[in-house]
Every structure is written in C-alpha cells, then in structure tokens.
C-alpha cells in the first residue's frame, strides 16, 4: 500500500449510512411507520388550535350575535366590521390606552424594573437574593383575580396607599378614578416584573466574569460597564422579554377588568375590554372577533419589530 492509498482511500464504513443515519422526507430518522402513533396528537392540534382560528376568522366577517338578528340569522358582512371598527371612537380610544398601558406596564416597567431587581440580585447577598426574588415571584404566582382584588384594595379611597401618604402628611390620592389607566399600568408592573427578572437573570449569569475585568482594566466605570458590555451582551434577551411581556400585556383582562372595569367613562378600557364589552354585554360576536383580529395584528407588528432587534446569527 502506497503512502497516496493511505491518504486518499476513506476509512472502511466513514462513507457508508448507518441504519440509524437514514433520512427521509419527515425527518432524521422518522419513518411513516412511526410517525403513525403521532396521528392522534396531530388530529387533537387541527382541531383544538387550527378549528378555533377557522372559525374566529369566519365570525369577523359575518353579522354573528348573540341575540337578534345575528343570531337567528347570521349572513356574510365582508369587511363591514373592520370599517365600523375604524369608524367608532370608542375603538380608537381603546387603541390608544392599550399601546399607553403596554408602553408603561411592559416596554418601561416590568423591562425596566426585572433589569434592575436582577443587576442587583447578581451581586447581593444569598439571603437578600432569596428574600426579594420570594417577594416577587409571589406576586406573579397570585390569580389574576385576586391580585386585582389585591391591588384595588391598595389603589382605593380608603386603601393602603392613601393611608401610607395621610401618615406621612401628604395628601391622599384617588387614583382609579383620576388615573386609571396609570393604576392599573402599576399593577401590572407589580404583578408581572418577575418574569423580567428571571429571564435578565438567567441571561446575566452566562456572561463570562472575565469581560467585565477586562473592561475593568481597561478604566471602565460601572455604568460604562453596563453600556458598553452588559447591554451588547444581553440584546437577544432584551428583544425576547420585551417581545413575551409586549404579548402578555396586550392580553391583560382580569386585572383592568376587576380594579376598574373599564371605566371611569372608558378610561382605561383597553381592547381586549372594549372586545369584550361589545361581544357578550352587546351581544354582537362578530364585530367583537373582528376587534380581537385587530389586537392579533397588533401584537404580531410588535413581535416582528421586536424581532428585528436580534442579532443576525440569532434569527437563524
């Protein structure tokens, strides 16, 4: 055997599929025979996931009711609801206190406050660290329910935090009457920051120790620390949280709905209320599908935005 054999004859079996290498149309090593036990599985999502979507997309395009003629007789409207949509005042009011309770509660406030609970955590104490990280989670394990019960009680005439401010002599506050739509902002902030704290966490702890004593050496202070590497480094999350609390946000119906309802005089009905009050209080369920379609699109420009924020290599 020559020295040219020895390099260029591929080693016996490197070149050969193994059985259990076998590719096919459904996959690495998934074979139409196996793929039968998923049948079921795949039956159950068509029907439960795609059947519902179907049928939320024909319901906005009909005159669908519950009560009255929609009801006995519901006919084909086009795109009747999306213009009466467009055309109500009402509806843009929502619009616009929807994108204001996102931009404070989720864009500002739980971004925010999970970025700072986790910066401080990663350098306190494990009982501190304990401590805080319990108290915050507790309340975003509550039922939506009984937070909002909870936090009325503290918002309310007669609640915790006008008795906090009379003790000190300052003036006592009525804020879900005067500002409802900033309460309920800091209710979710309160009951939803720990979401942004565990996904900050979790992402800081994968940062290497020596970067931050490379920046360290090169003369960077602590805030030049955050600007320059923390930030860079934790892009791909700071997209991600903010796109799942953006979503979340937007959904929000229990809290708004139990602290203030809506109101004062719409001020603080955010769309999934306003859907809500034109679907079962007025009975019209395809004008309100075709409201819940709207707020689908309107989460799904805040994820594509959100998603152009990633790194390239990330998006693949």
Same mark, same amino acid.
């Given at each position: 055997?020559?020295?040219?054999?020895?390099?260029?004859?591929?080693?016996?079996?490197?070149?050969?599929?193994?059985?259990?290498?076998?590719?096919?149309?459904?996959?690495?090593?998934?074979?139409?025979?196996?793929?039968?036990?998923?049948?079921?599985?795949?039956?159950?999502l068509?029907?439960?996931?795609?059947?519902?979507?179907?049928?939320?997309?024909?319901?906005?395009?009909?005159?669908?009711?519950?009560r009255?003629?929609g009801a006995s007789?519901?006919?084909f409207v086009?795109?009747?609801?999306?213009t009466?949509?467009f055309?109500?005042?009402?509806f843009?009011?929502?619009?616009?206190?929807t994108?204001?309770? /996102?931009?404070?509660?989720?864009?500002?406030? $739980?971004? !925010?406050?999970?970025? &700072? *609970?986790?910066?401080? %955590?990663?350098?306190?104490?494990?009982?501190?660290?304990f401590?805080?990280?319990?108290?915050?989670?507790?309340?975003?394990?509550?039922?939506?329910v009984?937070a909002?019960?909870?936090?009325?009680?503290?918002?309310?005439?007669?609640?915790?935090?006008?008795?906090?401010?009379?003790?000190?002599?300052?003036?006592?506050?009525?804020l879900?009457?005067?500002?409802?739509i900033?309460?309920?902002?800091?209710?979710?902030?309160w009951?939803g920051?720990a979401?942004?704290?565990?996904?900050?966490?979790?992402?800081?702890?994968?940062?290497?120790?020596?970067?931050?004593?490379?920046?360290?050496l090169?003369?960077?202070?602590?805030?030049?620390?955050?600007?320059?590497?923390?930030?860079?480094?934790l892009?791909?999350?700071?997209? /991600?949280n903010?796109?799942?609390?953006?979503l $979340?946000? !937007?959904?929000?119906? &229990? *809290?708004i709905?139990? %602290?203030?309802?809506?109101?004062?005089?719409?001020?603080?009905?955010?769309l999934?209320?306003?859907?809500?009050?034109?679907a079962?209080?007025?009975?019209?369920?395809?004008?309100?599908?075709?409201v819940?379609l709207?707020?689908?699109?309107?989460?799904?420009?805040?994820?594509?935005?959100?998603?152009?924020?990633?790194?390239?290599?990330?998006?693949?």
């Open positions: 055997m020559t020295a040219t054999d020895t390099t260029t004859r591929p080693a016996a079996g490197a070149g050969a599929p193994r059985r259990g290498d076998r590719r096919t149309r459904l996959g690495d090593g998934l074979s139409p025979m196996r793929a039968v036990p998923m049948l079921p599985a795949a039956l159950l068509l029907g439960f996931m795609l059947g519902p979507i179907l049928y939320s997309l024909y319901l906005a395009f009909t005159d669908s009711a519950i009255g003629d007789d519901t006919s086009g795109v009747q609801n999306f009466d949509a055309a109500d005042g009402d843009w009011n929502s619009v616009i206190l994108l204001v309770f /996102t931009l404070i509660s989720a864009v500002l406030g $739980q971004n !925010l406050l999970g970025m &700072g *609970l986790a910066l401080l %955590m990663e350098r306190s104490h494990r009982l501190v660290t401590a805080v990280t319990s108290i915050v989670i507790a309340a975003w394990i509550l039922p939506e009984v909002g019960y909870l936090l009325y009680t503290f918002f309310a005439d007669a609640g915790s935090l006008n008795a906090m401010l009379t003790a000190i002599g300052l003036p006592g506050q009525d879900l009457f005067s500002a409802p900033i309460a309920v902002s800091f209710a979710n902030i009951r920051a979401f942004s704290m565990l996904v900050y966490s979790a992402a800081l702890s994968s940062v290497p120790g020596d970067v931050y004593e490379s920046a360290a090169d003369g960077a202070g602590p805030v030049r620390r955050f600007v320059s590497v923390t930030v860079p480094l892009r791909p999350a700071i997209a /991600t903010l796109m799942l609390t953006t $979340q946000t !937007l959904s929000v119906f &229990g *809290l709905f139990i %602290m203030t309802g809506g109101g004062p005089a719409r001020q603080s009905q955010t999934p209320l306003y859907m809500y009050e034109q079962f209080s007025y009975g019209q369920l395809g004008y309100g599908t075709a819940a709207l707020l689908l699109l309107i989460g799904a420009l805040a994820s594509i935005a959100y998603l152009r924020l990633l790194p390239e290599e990330d998006k693949r």
